[in-house]
């Protein structure tokens, strides 16, 4: 499944880097929210699914959060207009890293140890490798232009 997901997310980058060349960041993400929530309404619809009782702290929630996703997906592609996708990618090994640390330390965990601290070491190196190459005199925007 993790696989997948990373094969499916290499394509959504280079789809998304053509798509952002033409388009508002911002409109291609509500869009594609758009597009989404009305897929699992759809599906829930069909599943004959019921929400249960909804309360305002709840749906203040359900607003805040998929305003911040919004927010960070916007982040996301904002890069993709100028820069190659095979180099933006690579940042994305950083979600799972503030992903763990940011629930760390609000559900006070020991996140401290040394598992954690050698995958954030590992995930370093290798963003330091990937821009030590372009400073070594290799452009791999001018190199891979199309990137597809």
């Known amino acids: 499944m993790m696989l997948m997901a990373a094969i499916f997310q290499t394509i959504a980058y280079f789809l998304a880097r053509r798509a952002v060349r ?3 960041a911002i409109w291609l993400v509500g869009l594609s929210h758009l597009l989404g929530g009305l897929l699992l309404a ?18 203040v929630l359900l607003l805040a959060l998929a305003l911040i996703s919004s927010a960070a997906y916007v982040l996301s592609l904002l890069p993709l207009k100028y820069f190659a996708a095979s180099e933006v990618s690579v940042y994305n090994l950083l979600i799972p890293v503030f ?20 995958a954030l ?25 199309s990137d597809w």
């Open 22 to 24: 033409r388009f508002s």
């Open 42 to 59: 759809a599906y829930s619809l069909v599943r004959s699914a019921v929400i249960p009782a909804v309360c305002t702290k709840g749906a």
């Open 99 to 118: 992903g763990g640390l940011m629930s760390g330390l609000s559900l006070k965990e020991d996140i401290f140890n040394l598992c954690y601290l050698s």
């Open 121 to 145: 070491a590992l995930i370093a190196i290798g963003i330091y490798l990937v821009n030590r190459q372009q400073k070594k005199g290799i452009n791999h925007a001018k190199a891979n232009s």
